[in-house]
């Protein structure tokens, strides 16, 4: 009974309707069977913050789940760390509780996994043993998603191939590993196969988001700013994989396969955090007219390449995306029918996350079928290229001298480098003051050229920082 449709029912209703008979009785009698027998069985791993918000809703929705799917969702099982920690929600009375993940796996009438306990290691052994076991996988794992993409597709494409005759493919949902409550991922999946994407671009880490909010609108310091995340739990303990945009570029992976069909090593994508910018980049954006944030692109640079990268970059007040604050997400699509979508939610917490596992679980239930999680590859002449053209902020630290301009002048030349402006604040301390070179659109190869080149000169002050422009209409 569980695998009969509403469109079987009424047809085999249909067929009686022909010899006399009625056709809302029986239609009515079989449905009201089956929603006494179907059910959704789920093994849950990971009792923390996201999975007591998916055990929270269910329970709290459990009726018109089930008039939405015609199953009983049920939580047969749920695996923790600890067995001993105190839980901040209530654990169903039928759900067995245990310490080791494995028993779900055991478990033959358990139809989904639901992984969200996090990490690399043991959650990629929980999702590849349950796809094994021809259980459905739903998760929130970004990491793990973007680390190990095309072993999770080979073994979903394994298994269902040698499924017998009729019986369902098995399903890998991951709607809330990227930017948590934003259907970013079903959008892709589904929203743009007849279309071209030619650019992806987002706010993708809301820890990062809120603390260049803060700087910019409250001109707090970073170390400020990362003060005040963690005290509001945007910020982990260890917050590198925020603030360093690593988070970002995990996304931003994920996010590629789906918009360009190509797979892409994570080291390989340009990444640079937030830890380098100061209160005077903002002064200076702000010259401009514009603010920056952390952003995740990949766009198409020519019918062949697709280049990307996570960055702080500068962005016009105009633009949309300058206007997205605080913790908030934002991701962007730019596609030959649709020309430019964005869609803004919210990025982690307990509940949006939970609610994207739990529209991949419904899903699933109802029996939706995705034979590519993934999207298909692209073509084979499509490859990703570590190099882009844009218009960059240029910004130097220097004791006082004479022939600084002149010494930017000559190397701007040696590497073809045109200077759009330069932008400098009253001057404070000569042997400790800044100044900013907007360039032209050029290579980031060469600007990187032209920063090594400025670091050795003896009036150089530590590092050179660097950003592209978002757009280059932008300037």
């Not at 849950?44 to 015609?70: C, Y």
Request: contains cysteine; negative net charge; charged residues 25%.
């Amino acid at each position: 009974l569980s695998i009969l449709s509403f469109a079987y029912l009424h047809g085999f209703a249909d067929s009686f309707a022909g010899l006399g008979m009625s056709n809302s009785f029986t239609a009515t009698s079989a449905m009201s069977s089956m929603q006494l027998q179907a059910t959704e069985t789920l093994g849950i791993v990971g009792g923390g913050t996201v999975g007591g918000g998916i055990v929270e809703i269910l329970e709290k929705n459990r009726d018109l789940f089930t008039k939405m799917t015609g199953k009983e969702i049920n939580v047969a099982r749920l695996a923790v760390r600890d067995l001993g920690k105190a839980r901040d929600f209530d654990t169903p009375a039928t759900t067995v509780v245990s310490d080791n993940f494995e028993d779900i796996l055991a478990d033959g009438s358990i139809d989904t996994v639901v992984e969200v306990m996090g990490g690399t290691s043991l959650a990629k052994d929980v999702v590849i043993k349950s796809l094994k076991s021809g259980k459905n996988v739903v998760t929130a794992n970004k990491a793990l998603i973007a680390d190990c993409l095309v072993e999770i597709e080979n073994t979903v494409n394994e298994v269902n191939a040698n499924r017998a005759e009729g019986e369902k493919p098995v399903e890998f949902r991951y709607e809330a590993a990227v930017c948590g409550g934003i259907p970013i991922i079903s959008s892709l999946q589904g929203d743009f196969v007849g279309d071209e994407i030619t650019m992806c671009t987002g706010i993708i880490n809301g820890c990062t988001n809120y603390m260049l909010t803060e700087m910019d609108k409250n001109g707090l310091s970073y170390d400020e700013s990362l003060q005040g995340a963690s005290e509001l739990g945007y910020a982990e303990a260890d917050p590198t994989l925020d603030v360093g945009g690593f988070d970002a570029r995990s996304k931003l992976k994920i996010l590629m396969r789906l918009a360009f069909g190509i797979d892409v090593e994570e080291d390989e994508i340009s990444c640079k955090g937030i830890p380098e910018l100061t209160k005077e980049d903002f002064e200076y954006a702000a010259m401009l007219g514009g603010t920056i944030k952390l952003t995740g692109v990949a766009k198409k640079i020519s019918d062949s390449d697709v280049a990307a990268f996570v960055s702080p970059t500068y962005l016009d007040n105009s633009d949309t995306l300058a206007s997205i604050s605080g913790a908030t997400n934002a991701v962007e699509i730019q596609s030959k029918n649709l020309v430019r979508s964005t869609y803004t939610g919210q990025g982690a917490g307990r509940y949006p996350t939970a609610n994207s596992c739990i529209n991949d679980i419904i899903k699933v239930a109802r029996g939706d079928i995705n034979p590519l999680p993934f999207n298909s590859k692209g073509p084979g002449t499509l490859k990703f290229v570590n190099d882009f053209k844009s218009k960059f902020y240029i910004r130097m630290r220097y004791r006082d001298q004479n022939g600084i301009t002149k010494d930017c002048g000559n190397l701007c030349e040696e590497n073809n480098i045109g200077i759009y402006s330069i932008l400098q604040n009253p001057i404070k301390n000569r042997n400790d003051a800044c100044f900013v070179v907007m360039t032209d659109s050029v290579k980031l190869s060469q600007v990187k050229k032209f920063v090594a080149q400025i670091e050795g000169l003896d009036w150089c002050k530590g590092e050179v920082f660097f950003m592209p422009v978002l757009r280059d209409e932008d300037l």
